[in-house]
């Protein structure tokens, strides 16, 4: 077939000349694969934040020490300590005639601990919560149980443990009843909880981590007397504005705040937490599509300098083929050809190369114990293969006419 000459014959110069073949390409391979890597992470980061708000729930409004504007992030979440957030505060935002909306709340602090098992040692997450935990997180058993009230605040040292983290420290073994030591004190593992997958936002993940009584935390731990923050659980979505409007003035009436310009706490419908988390992915995303896009402008400016010089170094066969009756159209094309061949091998190229390193993060990711899908839009591949041709097709035209405009006999004369 005739369409299918130019082809053949853009592969066999391609070929005569692979290393600057390759050098054309590269800018269009890291283009392609930077777009596909960006959209699979976008769309695997949309589907844990997705995931998340499932696994939290809906109807669950965040309390965090610090203040904060509307849109903008909670001190807390910015590594500013602060300590006016209390258990005693907790308590007054559970008292139904301060907050009628809540159905529940539990409060929470963080921090790292080593446990340790006869000779097996492991740094982790460790949260130190209070008995209400199971029933605002929708967390669910795997064998024993969670700790309670009395055990809360009798300071005991019981520890209810992630399945991930059991299998990496018991292995086989049976984890419940066992005695741990966690830094330096011991604990006996009285419950393991079910695998959970992604972490909810402001938390350690389920899976890897040791939970304790929190004022075993507090005390024994941190040696500390606030919270790092606090969940409470709305009796349904809609009342989360209302709910969280009397949380304001809970907080603002016990800690003598006159003026809202002086809060010193945040509070948050987690679920729109998320959200933003979510809307800083996509810029994010969009910020790394740019600079994708500058990497195939600059791989399409690659393919017109290559050439541009593969022109000035064929002139003499140009003109031969002019000599022997080819038109100006058929130089065109060939050349034409050429660049589309290249742009689009550099597409193809790049987006094997970029499913394969997403491929490879998420599995990587996986291993580490994070809920990470490995997702691939397929819409993105049409995009990345029509955008290559487009390359192609813009930045050879220059190239192409002008080896098309060579005259047969300068183009026999040239050295």
Same mark, same amino acid.
């Given at each position: 077939?005739?369409?299918?000459?130019?082809?053949?014959?853009?592969?066999? /110069?391609?070929?005569?000349?692979?290393?600057?073949?390759?050098?054309?390409?590269?800018?269009?391979?890291?283009?392609?694969?930077?777009?596909?890597?960006?959209?699979?992470?976008?769309?695997?980061?949309?589907?844990?934040?997705?995931?998340?708000?499932?696994?939290?729930?809906?109807?669950?409004?965040?309390?965090?020490?610090?203040?904060?504007?509307?849109?903008?992030?909670?001190?807390?979440?910015?590594?500013?300590?602060?300590?006016?957030?209390?258990?005693?505060?907790?308590?007054?935002?559970?008292?139904?005639?301060?907050?009628?909306?809540?159905?529940?709340?539990?409060?929470?602090?963080?921090?790292?601990?080593?446990?340790?098992?006869?000779?097996i040692s492991k740094n982790t997450h460790f949260t130190g919560t209070t008995a209400s935990y199971m029933n605002v997180e929708n967390a669910e058993?795997?064998?024993?149980?969670?700790?309670?009230?009395?055990?809360?605040?009798?300071?005991?040292?019981?520890?209810?443990?992630?399945?991930?983290?059991?299998?990496?420290?018991?292995?086989?073994?049976?984890?419940?009843?066992?005695?741990?030591?966690?830094?330096?004190?011991?604990?006996?593992?009285?419950?393991?909880?079910?695998?959970?997958?992604?972490?909810?936002?402001?938390?350690?993940?389920?899976?890897?981590?040791?939970?304790?009584?929190?004022?075993?935390?507090?005390?024994?731990?941190?040696?500390i007397n606030h919270l790092g923050f606090a969940r409470l659980k709305v009796k349904s979505p809609d009342l989360i504005e209302s709910a969280i409007? /009397?949380?304001?003035?809970?907080?603002?009436?016990?800690?003598?705040?006159?003026?809202?310009?002086?809060?010193?706490?945040?509070?948050?419908?987690?679920?729109?937490?998320?959200?933003?988390?979510?809307?800083?992915?996509?810029?994010?995303?969009?910020?790394?599509?740019?600079?994708?896009?500058?990497?195939?402008?600059?791989?399409?400016?690659?393919?017109? /300098?290559?050439?541009?010089?593969?022109?000035?170094?064929?002139?003499?066969?140009?003109?031969?083929?002019?000599?022997?009756?080819?038109?100006?159209?058929?130089?065109?094309?060939?050349?034409?050809?050429?660049?589309?061949?290249?742009?689009?091998?550099?597409?193809?190229?790049?987006?094997?190369?970029?499913?394969?390193?997403?491929?490879?993060?998420?599995?990587?990711?996986?291993?580490?114990?994070?809920?990470?899908?490995?997702?691939?839009?397929?819409?993105?591949?049409?995009?990345?293969?029509?955008?290559?041709?487009?390359?192609?097709?813009?930045?050879?035209?220059?190239?192409?006419?002008?080896?098309?405009?060579?005259?047969?006999?300068?183009?026999?004369?040239?050295?």
């Open positions: 077939m005739r369409f299918l000459n130019p082809i053949k014959i853009s592969y066999k /110069n391609l070929m005569a000349a692979r290393f600057r073949s390759f050098l054309t390409i590269l800018g269009v391979i890291i283009g392609v694969a930077s777009v596909i890597i960006i959209m699979s992470i976008g769309l695997s980061a949309q589907e844990l934040i997705l995931d998340q708000v499932k696994g939290i729930g809906s109807n669950l409004i965040g309390v965090l020490p610090g203040a904060s504007d509307e849109d903008g992030p909670p001190a807390a979440a910015m590594g500013i300590v602060n300590t006016s957030f209390t258990y005693d505060d907790l308590l007054a935002l559970k008292n139904s005639r301060n907050v009628p909306e809540v159905d529940d709340g539990a409060g929470y602090v963080l921090g790292t601990i080593t446990i340790t098992w006869n000779e058993m795997a064998e024993g149980r969670f700790f309670d009230s009395e055990e809360e605040m009798n300071l005991s040292r019981v520890a209810v443990l992630g399945n991930k983290l059991v299998k990496d420290i018991f292995g086989e073994e049976n984890a419940i009843g066992q005695r741990v030591k966690i830094n330096e004190d011991n604990f006996t593992v009285i419950g393991i909880f079910k695998d959970r997958g992604s972490a909810a936002f402001g938390s350690s993940g389920q899976d890897d981590s040791v939970f304790i009584p929190l004022k075993t935390a507090q005390k024994i731990i941190l040696g409007a /009397n949380a304001k003035i809970t907080l603002r009436q016990r800690h003598n705040i006159d003026n809202p310009a002086n809060d010193d706490f945040s509070v948050r419908d987690q679920a729109a937490a998320l959200e933003m988390i979510g809307q800083i992915t996509d810029v994010l995303r969009y910020f790394l599509l740019a600079v994708g896009t500058i990497s195939l402008i600059v791989g399409g400016v690659g393919i017109m /300098n290559i050439m541009l010089i593969a022109v000035g170094q064929r002139i003499r066969e140009v003109g031969l083929r002019k000599s022997l009756g080819a038109k100006n159209r058929e130089i065109m094309s060939q050349f034409l050809a050429e660049s589309v061949f290249v742009s689009l091998l550099g597409g193809i190229i790049g987006i094997i190369l970029g499913i394969s390193i997403s491929f490879l993060a998420s599995v990587i990711i996986q291993y580490l114990g994070y809920s990470w899908k490995f997702l691939i839009s397929f819409q993105s591949i049409i995009v990345a293969v029509l955008v290559s041709i487009f390359i192609g097709i813009i930045f050879g035209l220059y190239p192409a006419r002008k080896a098309s405009r060579v005259s047969p006999m300068e183009a026999l004369r040239y050295e």
